[in-house]
């Protein structure tokens, strides 16, 4: 494999191999997997390109590899790995069963996009030489689908740590993630997911993948509340005040509320603040976007009796601070404020 071009800016086959081998490894201890079988799966997964029999029938790659790594006498786990970290294929095909499967794939996939985004190989148009929105898909829907409990930023950055210094000359980080989201938009469209739904949950770039189903259905539960448009439209309007608020902005006092409205209203955030956190800490989403629903009727009065903007500029400050707390707990799950639009 050393002898066999990947690209020539990113190096050889076997350069490729030592990259995925180290970054399987990594993976494979992110889900408490046999990193050994990982690894060793990883560092045959392309061997098979060699052989005539993948030379003459270049769909057999990874199939073949399997057969070789059996008639070796290598682990089943590990031969099984060899052949489904290519998978999926194409839309609708089966993912890759087993952690170690998972993680061998996951970083066949990672590799292939840090690298080709690091030289600036970005798929444009139609264009997609190199197979990354299908890549793209497979890491995403093995991340979602399987589901695998990993931080896709945090992917992107081992795999990116694997290439020599000086290999990637473009950014990779941002420029990835915004066509990693991209693709799963269309996904969750596919899947039946309303746009505003979409955008409520994925602009706020959910770290883990796989919580994505959970916070989508939550969103779609909380829209047909009676609160919700409301609290979505609240939510908007704290957003702008926010932005236009100048320096950093206290926790709120409750020595500096003087109305009854911003009074009720810090009663019920302090009430439901650890509310929504449990929830939130235990995925239970559906949960706390029911609990802050609760708090519709406080949040409409402040809004009908109190002045934030006042002169004093300590209570105009402890007032942004108050609805700098409350904005905190409304997005804890999504960005409402996309609900309604």
């Known amino acids: 494999l050393s002898h066999v071009v990947y690209h020539n800016k990113i190096g050889s086959v076997l350069q490729r191999v030592e990259r995925i081998e180290k970054l399987a490894h990594r993976i494979a201890a992110q889900l408490s997997a046999d990193t050994s079988q990982a690894a060793r799966a990883a560092l045959l997964c392309k061997a098979d390109l060699v052989t005539d029999m993948v030379g003459e029938f270049p769909e057999l790659q990874g199939i073949m590899g399997r057969y070789y790594a059996l008639h070796d006498g290598e682990d089943t786990a590990v031969a099984d790995a060899i052949r489904s970290h290519y998978q999926p294929r194409f839309a609708g095909d089966v993912l890759p069963?087993?952690?170690?499967?998972?993680?061998?794939?996951?970083?066949?996939?990672?590799?292939?996009l840090t690298g080709f985004f690091g030289i600036g190989q970005i798929p444009t148009g139609d264009k997609d030489p190199f197979g990354l929105r299908r890549a793209a898909l497979g890491v995403l829907r093995s991340l979602m689908e399987t589901p695998l409990p990993l931080d896709l930023a945090v992917l992107i950055a081992e795999a990116k740590a694997g290439f020599a210094?000086?290999?990637?000359?473009?950014?990779?980080?941002?420029?990835?993630?915004?066509?990693?989201?991209?693709?799963?938009?269309?996904?969750?469209?596919?899947?039946?997911?309303?746009?505003?739904?979409?955008?409520?949950?994925?602009?706020?770039?959910?770290?883990?993948?796989?919580?994505?189903?959970?916070?989508?259905?939550?969103?779609?539960?909380?829209?047909?509340?009676?609160?919700?448009?409301?609290?979505?439209?609240?939510?908007?309007?704290?957003?702008?005040?926010?932005?236009?608020?100048?320096?950093?902005?206290?926790?709120?006092?409750?020595?500096?509320?003087?109305?009854?409205?911003?009074?009720?209203?810090?009663?019920?955030?302090?009430?439901?603040?650890?509310?929504?956190?449990?929830?939130?800490?235990?995925?239970a989403y559906a949960e706390a976007l029911k609990a802050l629903a609760s708090v519709r009727t406080e949040v409409d009065h402040f809004f009908d009796k109190v002045m934030v903007n006042v002169d004093d500029a300590a209570?105009?400050?402890?007032?942004?601070?108050?609805?700098?707390?409350?904005?905190?707990?409304?997005?804890?799950?999504?960005d409402i404020s996309k609900l309604g639009v």
Do not use: S, W
């Not at 069963?97 to 292939?112: E, F, I, S």
């Not at 469209?189 to 746009?195: E, F, H, K, N, S």
């Not at 007032?319 to 707990?329: D, H, N």
């Open 165 to 283: 210094a000086g290999t990637l000359t473009q950014p990779v980080d941002e420029p990835l993630l915004d066509f990693m989201f991209d693709r799963l938009r269309g996904l969750l469209r596919d899947a039946g997911y309303a746009q505003e739904v979409i955008d409520a949950v994925l602009t706020q770039r959910p770290a883990r993948i796989d919580q994505i189903p959970k916070k989508l259905d939550a969103v779609r539960d909380f829209l047909a509340l009676p609160e919700a448009l409301a609290l979505a439209a609240a939510n908007k309007r704290i957003g702008n005040i926010l932005k236009k608020a100048e320096g950093t902005l206290p926790e709120p006092a409750a020595a500096l509320l003087h109305e009854a409205a911003e009074k009720a209203l810090f009663a019920r955030i302090t009430d439901i603040a650890p509310i929504v956190r449990t929830h939130v800490a235990n995925a």
């Open 315 to 334: 209570v105009r400050a402890n007032r942004l601070g108050l609805l700098k707390a409350l904005f905190e707990q409304l997005n804890a799950v999504a």
């Open 97 to 112: 069963r087993g952690a170690v499967a998972c993680a061998v794939a996951l970083a066949d996939k990672l590799d292939a």
